[in-house]
């Protein structure tokens, strides 16, 4: 017995033992697990906190800093060109998406974004299946979420790191923004090929739309698109994309967002897509100014630019500037080198008169294909002859109160030192008023009147009128005649005329109007900063007597009857031996404005050879002129074309054409002044002549008349005139009466004694003789104007000579 409990408390205690190894083991066990799960915990740690380590401070209020298409529109709001740069992004709301638009994305991309953190876990096992069965990364089970996270923060490589932070940052992301927004930046970024990121470019790409304006189709066809947009592009591949599209649409009907009906009527529906072409740079050099003046303004750069998604509102008539490119498209209006046969360039520009604003420009006959920021001619500098002379010589002058339209300057040969300047006929006119000398485009008169204002002077006015000149300019009386050693740029010399049309005033040109950012908030506004340079009364004189170069005999005759103002400027070929023999022309300019616009063209080659130059007679009143008329012509076609306003301090006045012309005095027309004599000219108030024209007045009875007979006894009849305008018709009656009978007309045009002998008389009778001053030149009913004659005194004619006065004379004759 006792051996049977001793061999059972042994059994006891080896169960026991046991039993305490096993859990020994289990602890054991338990414990190498929790070590392993402490250094993989641990090993986590470590490996997430050296890849989001990684990561900078994620700000997401930066997810919006990406590219956008920067739009350009002309001066009535209407598009221009979009530039972008790599990408080509339209910034748009999620309130301007069709919810049907925004549903075809979620079905096809994340159907549970709406309730998910910014990962779904099921799509993350999922992705891991595929990835573990392919032995390699083919799945990314990314949401809607974490691709914003992977288009703007993060890069698409494929690898375990960036997912990791790209779930993490996506969790981030949705606790700072709501669905919707993080929606609005999801169709905003992605990318659709073709160039086009973001929904809105997309549409517009394949579309030819907005994105407020797709269908269900072609929201299902964009959503399509973005799995692998190099391959599911309807431009790459047609087929692919509309079988991508209809997928989608099946994926809207699963999901609840269409019914089946209206998935088969989707399906159904014709597609007309865009046409597949790159947009063009329109109007190049404008926008090549538009882009400079604005990356200017806004301090950034054209890259920059570019990427910024801004609103540039400009100044351009497009309608105007397509006018202009189909005339410069045009070789018959523009001349040819008589040596090469080549066509010249031209450059031209159209202002505004009262802002400045460019409405149409051209920098060449034709931009380059392909090219961006060419040279533009509009702005490169040249003589330009003549059409410097109403700024720097006539302006002045006359805002000095120093001329007047009526002053007269004498065309006659001069020399100024050294320098002897020629006519460009080599003729002379001998005294000319300021207003033909200008209209007439004189040399001599304009050199003159700068010597005589002082060259210093003369520049001073241009440079307030924006011109720039050079230190040697300034010793130097070419000036003006365009003489000039840098010269002046098409753009600049509009920008000067435009203080004449507008009153006085200068301000600087544009290109812009008005900026803004993607949400049309206001970065820039144009304000126009008006400096006046000139009088009213300047700006007026000048403009008439440059009307007057636009009419008939002036040199820009050819724009008669716009009411525009106009000067010419032609540069002779360089004075050097290899052109000696050549006979041709450097450049042609003319500039032309009225209160609406002002218009500069040039006419030239960028570099002048021998074989390449202006004809003899391509000068500025020719090719240039005719093509500032075609111009004009077109902005009034459909209206009356405005005139300038006379300013209260300037007068019309009549004056004295005979005076002027052959006195050379400026005086006014007296009341009696025929019409045809009569010449009207502008004046400022302060400086009307005084002196009235004492040539149109009835002319008095002359002096000391008297009648006798000579030794021979016929009637010698002397007399004093009494004006040296007047006519004296002698008359002779017979003393029974009858027709006075004219004995002679005497005009000498001096007050100095006449004396005439009438030998038409008969022996035996009594004569009477009288004078009637007459006016030659003025008309009372319609014959010449006659004054108070003369009393008549009678002479008698003897009836016989005597026999001894016959002797007397006989000898007399003899002895001759």
């Not at 230190?471 to 004449?500: E, F, K």
Request: charged residues 25%; proline residues 6%; negative net charge.
């Amino acid at each position: 017995m006792p051996e049977s409990r001793r061999a059972s408390r042994m059994e006891n205690r080896r169960k026991k033992d046991k039993k305490r190894t096993f859990w020994s083991v289990i602890k054991k066990i338990m414990a190498v697990f929790l070590i392993l799960g402490a250094v993989a915990g641990i090993a986590a740690g470590i490996y997430l906190y050296s890849i989001l380590g990684t990561l900078e401070e994620f700000d997401p209020e930066s997810l919006d800093d990406y590219q956008l298409t920067t739009f350009v529109y002309d001066s009535e709001d209407k598009l221009i060109s979009s530039i972008h740069g790599i990408e080509n992004r339209i910034q748009i709301p999620l309130s301007d998406i069709p919810v049907h638009v925004q549903e075809a994305f979620i079905s096809a991309e994340d159907r549970r974004f709406r309730s998910h953190p910014g990962f779904d876990i099921n799509r993350i096992f999922g992705s891991l299946l595929q990835n573990i069965k392919a032995r390699g990364i083919v799945a990314g089970g990314g949401t809607i979420t974490q691709q914003v996270i992977r288009n703007t923060v993060l890069t698409q490589e494929k690898t375990i790191d960036r997912k990791v932070k790209e779930i993490f940052l996506a969790w981030q992301l949705e606790r700072k923004y709501s669905k919707d927004q993080i929606l609005e930046m999801y169709l905003n970024v992605i990318y659709f090929a073709e160039g086009a990121y973001g929904i809105e470019a997309a549409s517009r790409t394949y579309f030819g739309k907005s994105a407020s304006e797709l269908t269900v189709a072609e929201g299902a066809l964009l959503a399509g698109i973005i799995k692998n947009p190099h391959k599911n592009s309807p431009f790459v591949n047609m087929e692919r994309a509309l079988q991508r599209k209809d997928l989608v649409i099946n994926l809207m009907v699963r999901y609840g967002k269409l019914t089946p009906e209206e998935g088969e009527a989707a399906k159904n529906e014709k597609l007309e897509f865009a046409e597949d072409t790159k947009p063009k740079y329109e109007h190049g050099y404008f926008m090549d100014m538009v882009m400079s003046e604005a990356a200017s303004l806004l301090k950034v750069s054209q890259e920059q630019l570019y990427t910024g998604g801004y609103r540039i509102y400009t100044t351009l008539d497009k309608s105007l500037q397509e006018q202009v490119e189909a005339l410069y498209a045009d070789d018959s209006l523009f001349p040819k080198s008589p040596a090469s046969g080549e066509t010249c360039e031209s450059a031209l520009v159209v202002l505004e008169t009262s802002t400045g604003e460019v409405r149409a420009i051209l920098g060449g006959r034709k931009y380059p294909e392909g090219q961006r920021k060419v040279l533009n001619r509009a702005l490169e500098k040249r003589q330009p002859g003549s059409a410097i002379k109403p700024l720097v010589v006539y302006a002045p002058a006359i805002e000095l109160n120093r001329y007047t339209p009526a002053t007269l300057v004498e065309d006659a040969p001069v020399a100024f030192g050294d320098y002897s300047p020629k006519n460009a006929d080599n003729n002379f006119d001998g005294f000319v008023t300021v207003r033909t000398a200008l209209a007439d485009s004189i040399n001599i008169p304009a050199v003159k009147i700068l010597h005589d204002i002082g060259v210093n002077l003369g520049i001073s006015f241009g440079e307030q009128m924006g011109l720039e000149f050079d230190p040697n300019d300034r010793n130097s009386l070419t000036v003006a005649l365009g003489g000039l050693v840098r010269g002046i740029s098409p753009i600049d010399l509009a920008r000067a005329y435009t203080v004449l049309g507008d009153r006085g005033a200068y301000k600087d040109y544009t290109t812009i109007r008005r900026i803004t950012d993607s949400y049309g908030r206001v970065l820039y506004e144009h304000r126009p900063q008006k400096k006046q340079v000139l009088t009213e009364e300047t700006a007026f004189l000048v403009s008439s007597i440059l009307q007057s170069a636009a009419g008939p005999g002036g040199t820009a005759w050819r724009l008669s009857g716009l009411k525009v103002a106009a000067k010419t400027g032609t540069v002779q070929l360089p004075e050097t031996p290899e052109f000696e023999r050549i006979s041709g022309i450097n450049d042609a300019w003319i500039a032309a404005y009225n209160p609406d616009y002002t218009l500069a063209i040039w006419m030239g080659f960028d570099r002048t050879t021998t074989q390449d130059y202006l004809p003899p007679g391509a000068y500025g009143g020719s090719m240039p002129a005719q093509l500032a008329k075609r111009i004009f012509d077109f902005l009034y076609e459909k209206a009356e074309p405005p005139d300038f306003e006379q300013p209260m301090g300037v007068v019309q006045i009549e004056l004295d054409r005979k005076a002027l012309e052959e006195e050379h005095r400026v005086v006014l027309a007296s009341p009696m002044t025929p019409k045809e004599f009569v010449l009207k000219e502008y004046f400022r108030k302060n400086t009307v002549p005084t002196e009235q024209s004492e040539y149109w007045v009835i002319p008095g009875p002359p002096y000391n008349f008297n009648v006798v007979l000579n030794d021979d006894e016929f009637p010698v009849i002397t007399f004093t005139p009494a004006n040296t305008f007047a006519a004296y018709n002698v008359m002779r009656i017979e003393e029974d009466g009858g027709v006075p009978i004219l004995v002679r007309q005497v005009a000498t045009g001096t007050l100095d004694p006449v004396e005439i002998i009438d030998y038409q008389v008969t022996r035996g009778k009594t004569y009477g003789y009288y004078i009637v001053p007459i006016h030659t030149e003025m008309k009372q009913n319609g014959r010449p104007a006659e004054g108070t004659p003369t009393e008549t005194i009678e002479v008698k004619i003897p009836d016989r000579a005597d026999f001894g006065d016959i002797w007397d004379w006989f000898f007399n004759r003899r002895d001759d």
